[in-house]
């Protein structure tokens, strides 16, 4: 099923990674979880170019490293192995180590070259991986461009977040149909800087690995890095894209007249899945959109809103429904951008509550009414310049505490 | 009572601001809380040195603008007025306005200068101030050198908080016995940058306004600035000392030869009243204090400690006693100091967990059975130069949720 976006961009629902030609997918439960999903891959026909942005933290897990090292030999992919339950992070040579033998014993099992296979885990910090269980998980993967397939392994990245998600758009490069679709993970510890969660694109484009790199890098800066759940920067963070080029146009590069369609469609793919990730944050009743304008510079759009979105206080506020707006004010006054004081206005949904920093007439009962619904829109102008930007994340709820006082007990 | 801390210093329990010399208060209930106390006064008998540091929030509040400007006239302040219940902040020249008559309705009643006037106000952003039952309240304020009238002040100054915050120090400058006291309030939006909550200090040391802003500085930056509960930085964070001189010794100044005495003091009595307000953070049932020692500098070890104390899932897990101690190394990752992955020491308690990044043999339910208590210290060691600090924050708990949920409603 398609709805169309525009002349050239189709929102394919049902969407999984296996639809772009030539990707197929699976997952497994390994055993490293009790029972759910906790071993997934993906897998195209021929290698694909390959381009990823990874967390800017300095405790960098392992499987991160080894994928770099992958792409930067030849900008091609033709696996991705993942796990849950476990992130391999914090455990030095040992975990390196057991990310190399998890991309090994997949270039043995499907017959590809050593350095076209990606890896990436995800769960508990610092626990060595139970890297005999991963390895004959691996053996049991059937990779099958079948939906089931496809959302098996969209589950088997999960942790503590209680949906899949997934995003698929069409678009035409030339006379070419192709196909973009994505699925990520993530609920806690996100705060994605300069790169993201887990995140894996699949695309039957035909692109080169230093353009792909140039396209995922900007496109992530605008959706992925603009989602806050608790302002945790996680160590294991990764958006990996995969490209194949099966879809047969000729190579896409910025001088090329469809250029502009790859990164809207990349684009509304990657935003899409942000706001999944923002939307089951750890605990969360509501998904809260922030909308920035008239800031100094479009950074520091992004920036004022990932700040109100971040703020535990407005979290808290909008949990509560309650019209608590100084909080927002005061978080623009710590963000740490370009503010007048006199001169900022704010709405809440569609209830204007400052103009020029005046309050107006708003109905109290009205704006908590409205903070009840399931989304939450915050727009503020701070009447400094063109710069305009997003950001998403949840309210903060009891749940969230819930969730993680107890997570490795 | 006194307990001896040094030769030359004592601490004083039943502490209260008005045991300097010279000193009065009071604080009572002018209605703009229901029935709590909501307005304090501190008079001096004489014009007392004065410094303050404020927020660093680009949205100041209006009695910070006006203390500012009364302390820049002379260096000197009589009286400070201080009310809860509205925080002035985000009103405009009608807050300024507010801010000015409670000054001279204190300068009116006390027959003071009105630049001898300081103001601060803490409580719901961006309301119109009730001015008018503040004016009648100051006619009601009959300050005296009493315990009891101390308390009061140190009661109508708190919010959410659910203890007052007192500390008190003597000590000796050449052959005069001379005398610190602060009171403090806090509780959430509590993230001082440079500058911190409402902190309030007398003594009757002789010491020049500007020597006494020198040492203000120096140990807010190694006390209050070390507080997190929630990342929060507000708009109405002050430190006001006040130097009366009535312990009639030697003027104080760096060359002095007890100036060493005097800045011990101020960081003892700083870092108590910081320490309070930690523990009564919104909804905290226990303190937590992080100490980073190794780090490549004193301001890098401070940053560090306060990452991990501001940590929402550190915070969580703490409050679950779940020694998840992969988040702690996991906010090094991202607390922007230098670090080396492969050499961190990490213990909770006096439980070693980590020696140069390895895992120690550690009794799981033992550390689980420490994080019962209602003091948990965390000490890392970065082994990367001399540099040491501390920080000071509390568990993240329902309650905080619970708190901030329905604050205005």
């Not at 990606?118 to 049991?140: C, N, W």
């Not at 590069?253 to 944050?281: M, N, V, Y």
């Not at 809260?288 to 506020?317: C, F, M, Q, Y």
Request: some cysteine.
């Amino acid at each position: 099923m398609a709805s169309i976006i525009s002349s050239q961009l189709k929102k394919i629902t049902g969407s999984n990674i296996t639809l772009p030609k030539g990707f197929t997918a699976a997952g497994i439960n390994c055993g490293i979880k009790f029972k759910k999903k906790d071993l997934g891959i993906i897998l195209s026909e021929k290698p694909a170019s390959a381009a990823a942005v990874y967390t800017t933290s300095k405790i960098k897990a392992a499987p991160l490293e080894v994928t770099k090292e992958s792409i930067e030999t030849e900008g091609l992919l033709q696996a991705v192995i993942v796990n849950s339950g476990n992130a391999n992070a914090f455990t030095g040579e040992q975990g390196r180590m057991h990310a190399y033998a998890m991309c090994r014993e997949v270039s043995e099992r499907f017959g590809l070259l050593d350095h076209h296979v990606g890896v990436a885990s995800t769960g508990i910090i610092g626990e060595t991986m139970p890297i005999e269980k991963i390895l004959q998980g691996i053996q049991q993967l059937t990779p099958a461009a079948q939906v089931d397939r496809a959302m098996e392994f969209s589950q088997s990245i999960l942790t503590t977040d209680t949906k899949t998600k997934n995003a698929c758009y069409s678009f035409n490069i030339g006379e070419s149909e192709v196909i973009l679709a994505g699925t990520a993970k993530g609920s806690g510890m996100i705060h994605p800087n300069m790169a993201t969660m887990l995140s894996f694109l699949t695309t039957d484009a035909n692109i080169s690995s230093e353009h792909l790199h140039l396209a995922l890098k900007k496109v992530t800066d605008q959706s992925f890095n603009c989602i806050t759940v608790d302002g945790e920067t996680s160590t294991n963070d990764m958006v990996l894209i995969l490209a194949n080029g099966l879809a047969g146009h000729e190579e896409l590069s910025p001088e090329h007249p469809d250029w502009g369609t790859f990164l809207q469609a990349l684009t509304l793919t990657c935003t899409e899945l942000a706001k999944s990730i923002a939307r089951d944050g750890e605990g969360a009743t509501k998904l809260i959109e922030v909308t920035v304008e008239g800031a100094a510079t479009g950074d520091e759009a992004r920036a004022a809103a990932k700040s109100i979105v971040g703020s535990p206080l407005v979290k808290s506020a909008i949990f509560g429904c309650d019209p608590n707006w100084g909080r927002i004010v005061a978080v623009l006054g710590y963000a740490g951008v370009e503010i007048c004081p006199d001169s900022i206005d704010l709405s809440i949904g569609n209830f204007p509550v400052l103009r020029q920093s005046k309050i107006e007439d708003f109905n109290h009962d009205e704006i908590s009414d409205y903070l009840t619904g399931s989304e939450i829109s915050i727009t503020v102008n701070l009447h400094k310049g063109n710069g305009k930007g997003k950001a998403w994340g949840c309210d903060l709820t009891y749940d969230y505490v819930q969730i993680n006082s107890s997570y490795t007990t």
